[in-house]
DNA sequence: GACTCCCTTCACGATTTCTTCATCTTGTGG
DNA sequence: CCACAAGATGAAGAAATCGTGAAGGGAGTC
């Protein structure tokens, strides 16, 4: 549940500058070139979730770049959106054929632009992780994925969104100590600047919906917590 | 649940590629025809699930092509997907007007594609299961995909198109949770792009035409909604 | 062309949730 | 047993989410 890290290649230094704005709003973390070498270059350092590739580039063309991103194996989860100029269709085609996953026309609506990469990544995620682990479960505590809720045996347990990540994080690896950090990092979101004492009072409301289950979440003195996996 | 087999018709050999490529990477099998007389002869022959479309063809148009299947008892199964050239709403009228299915503009975004393609074979394959299901139900509210009514006992509500969508993306799996760039999806279309709280004006909507039984309809906070499945 | 229906967006208020902070409690080492 | 650090707790302001009504725009109809 990481923040999504978009490499944008554009050559036009105002362009980039709409590319930036718009996508670092929508809460991506961005890296730029400008021209296809350099693309490549900061795609393998980088390994972006997803590019934002124009078609003309100075050096190496967006086509070029394209089919030179999808023959590299380490980068097989990219997503490559296309940026082409209005009505230039065999752009589109040719950025299709060399494995482009979309396309938007320029000039590029930001509020396009913008859903294209949040549907594109929600598709990748979404593939990347097939259905399977939807159930979490220790002891007789079920964390349900599908219904987003927590039971019990019968009882079922009203939690915060907030709260429903902090015990889907912890018991999908009980036993396993989570420092504050990477609690945040997972329940409340990366990149959100909060206190680390903020993870305390969710525990604490976690733990009183929990009732008589609370005691499962171990506090780890010096760390942080734990999912308990003391057989039951 | 066998493997959908799909007939690309289509002239121009890069665009083929392309179909190809994407759909394949989906999992289905192919069958190609580059013009109009290839594509009747191979449906015939091949007798594939679904046929995606392009209306400029060799010979013998896309528009006149689906007519024909249309008019052939024998593939009465058949679901076609016309492929139209951007903006020529002409087109797109005149296909659905000889029974196309959907229709995607050219050039075709593969994400898009593939996501239509596998919503026409889904809903395919409901209505071509017995009458039972084809009616989705839950408590006493009934989800009738053959006339297109919801009803409860005597009552039937009038909804539109949108609100239905929604309601039967929801219904078919009670106690799920639907994000609200799931249901976008399903119920107001694939790659269109619209403010995710749209969603919450329609089920507004149509909680309110279902009146008492509006509250079948769960607000997930923070996640979306679902369709209760609390025992009636 | 006026009208209707549907979809979409927007803004406001009500409510819930998140976050911070001050205080109290507990655990630990000396 | 004390002192101190770390955690638990409760309260309250800040922020986010949701329900709602209304307005605007397009497509189709009369």
């Known amino acids: 549940m990481t923040i999504p890290k978009l490499l944008l290649v554009e050559d036009d230094p105002d362009l980039l500058e709409v590319l930036r ?27 972006p979730d997803l590019v934002v590739l124009d078609v003309m580039l100075p050096k190496l063309d967006g086509i070029e770049v394209c ?16 940026l082409t100029a209005r009505a230039e269709e065999s752009d589109v085609v040719l950025g299709l054929g060399v494995g482009a996953d979309d396309y938007v026309c320029k000039p590029a609506r930001p509020r ?23 159930l979490l479960a220790s002891g007789d505590l079920v964390v349900d994925l599908v219904r987003f809720e927590v ?6 347990f009203d939690l915060t969104p907030t709260e429903f990540r902090l015990l889907q994080t912890m018991i999908a690896s009980p036993g396993r100590v989570f420092r504050r950090a990477e609690l945040l990092d997972y329940a409340v979101g990366v990149g959100v ?16 919906k929990l009732g008589g289950r609370g005691s499962l979440i171990e506090t780890v003195r010096g760390i942080g917590y734990r999912f308990s996996d003391h057989a039951a």
Chains 1, 2 share one sequence.
């Open 151 to 156: 039971r019990a045996g019968e009882e079922r």
């Open 21 to 47: 704005l718009t996508l670092q709003r929508e809460g991506y973390e961005t890296v730029e070139a400008r021209d296809g070498e350099e693309a490549l270059r900061l795609a393998r350092r980088h390994a």
């Open 67 to 82: 089919r030179q991103l999808r023959a590299d194996r380490s980068l097989q989860h990219l997503v490559v959106l296309m």
């Open 193 to 208: 600047f909060v206190d680390e004492r903020n993870i305390d009072t969710h525990v604490k409301s976690l733990r009183k």
């Open 112 to 134: 396009e632009l913008a859903a294209r990469v949040k549907a594109l990544l929600r598709r990748a995620r979404a593939r990347d992780q097939p259905v399977g682990d939807q």
